[in-house]
């Protein structure tokens, strides 16, 4: 998208894309895609304002999926002529300022790139963060960082693959549970004590059959939720200084974390119980703030 802006304000310019992976998409990427891999997002509510997604896919929930999120870029790329400016497969390992701007390395290239301006897109899931004592070089079992999930899917699936250990309890864990879940394998799930806890998990639908992400992504919510972007104006007042709208802002996201627990069934079992965050009361505030 920050290429496309760029070349319509100035079409003339030499322009340079440069991607470590070998297709478009980063986290949406060919490589990355695995069956169930689902985003939390409605159609309509992840795609650019000047071109709809295809509604081709979706789930019975209206949710876009890994693979239609995958398709919608490779196309809005090749219909904005994309591709022709992207060097895939390349890493950039070291940028560095110079007399006309930027110096770039490539990993495993004796090309030296140079340019006047320099855009970083580089996301915050490209490199994986493995725990510090996993040796996966050394390891007797295969060890996979959810990054690769895509890549190991064939693997995985295997036969003779009965039981995975999965480690952690972020959205990447939930998403590696309940895909390995439906592939008929064992799961056992190491969550360390210390820590933030398991990621709180909100219902699809809410208050009725709003989708929860398309409620988020209203302007009152930003009233609701604590944002020192909004800090003026008669709602923010009404809802975040006076005690009549921080009782009502209170009992917003008490309903709501009632109905994501009721969701969640964490009262079904201990096997479910021991998924509940730490942080309980109101504690969604923190999860759609962070979104
Ligand atoms: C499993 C998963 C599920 C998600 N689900 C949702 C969701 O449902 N809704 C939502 O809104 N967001 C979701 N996200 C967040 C997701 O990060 C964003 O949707 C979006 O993809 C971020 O886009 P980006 O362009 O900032 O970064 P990315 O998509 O990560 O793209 C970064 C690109 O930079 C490249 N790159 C990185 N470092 C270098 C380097 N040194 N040299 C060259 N290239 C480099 C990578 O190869 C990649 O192509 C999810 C993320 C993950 C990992």
Not at 62 to 84: E, P, S, W
Not at 143 to 160: C, E, N, R, V, Y
Not at 182 to 203: E, F, T
Not at 246 to 251: G, I, V
Request: net charge positive.
């Amino acid at each position: 998208m920050a290429a496309r802006t760029y070349l319509r304000l100035r079409p003339e310019a030499n322009l340079l894309i440069i991607d470590a992976d070998s297709t478009v998409g980063g986290v949406w990427s060919k490589d990355r895609l695995y069956p169930n891999l689902v985003a939390q997002v409605k159609l309509g509510l992840f795609n650019y304002t000047d071109t709809p997604m295809s509604p081709q896919g979706k789930t019975k929930t209206d949710l876009v999926t890994g693979n239609m999120i995958h398709q919608y870029m490779a196309k809005y790329a090749d219909d904005h002529g994309l591709f022709r400016y992207i060097r895939f497969n390349s890493f950039v390992e070291r940028a560095e300022r110079c007399q006309r701007g930027w110096r770039l390395q490539i990993k495993g290239s004796a090309d030296i790139i140079e340019t006047e301006k320099l855009l970083v897109a580089t996301g915050v899931t490209s490199i994986p963060n493995m725990p510090e004592h996993f040796d996966t070089a050394r390891a007797s079992l295969p060890i996979i960082h959810s990054k690769d999930l895509g890549i190991s899917f064939q693997a995985i699936q295997a036969p003779h693959v009965h039981t995975v250990v999965v480690v952690g309890a972020a959205k990447s864990a939930y998403d590696a549970v309940y895909l390995l879940l439906s592939m008929g394998k064992k799961v056992k799930w190491i969550i360390r004590p210390d820590g933030a806890g398991p990621l709180a998990i909100l219902p699809t639908k809410l208050l009725g059959g709003f989708n929860s992400i398309a409620v988020a992504s209203t302007r009152l919510m930003t009233y609701l939720s604590p944002s020192i972007l909004n800090t003026e104006g008669t709602l923010y007042f009404f809802f975040q200084k006076s005690s009549i709208g921080q009782w009502c802002t209170a009992k917003f996201w008490d309903t709501v974390t009632y109905l994501s627990n009721r969701h969640a069934g964490y009262s079904k079992g201990d096997h479910v119980a021991g998924l509940k965050p730490e942080v309980d009361a109101k504690r969604l505030v923190y999860l759609l703030a962070r979104e």
